[in-house]
Nanobody
């Protein structure tokens, strides 16, 4: 089974930083394109950042320059460094492959940014 466990969320003031982690199992992590997604109340889940198996990175316009996605293939870990956080970043953050339709979603981790 595929298991995705997110951690690192919390309550932070606007302008602050958080580092999210995702532990993945049940996949050959090193060959999968990975991504962070988020979902705010009443809104659709959206792609935040992606990283290919080769390390190429892409970001949603709303987070580019503030967030950094990275991976550690030796540890099957995915990370999201979030700086200069804004209230509109408040959401539940999830990790998954770019082919998320193949997998179940994890519990996610709540990020709340206060103004």
């Amino acid at each position: 089974q595929v298991q995705l466990v997110e951690s690192g969320g919390g309550l932070v003031q606007a302008g602050g930083s958080l580092r999210l982690s995702c532990a993945a199992s049940g996949i050959i992590f090193s060959i999968n394109h990975m991504a962070w997604y988020r979902q705010a109340p009443g809104k659709q889940r959206e792609l935040v950042a992606g990283i290919t198996s080769g390390g190429s990175k892409n970001y949603a316009d709303s987070v580019r320059g503030r967030f950094t996605i990275s991976r550690d293939n030796a540890k099957n870990m995915l990370y999201l460094q979030m700086n200069s956080l804004k209230p509109e970043d408040t959401a539940v953050y999830y990790c998954n492959t770019r082919r998320f339709e193949d997998n179940a979603w994890g519990q996610g981790t709540q990020v709340t940014v206060s103004s």
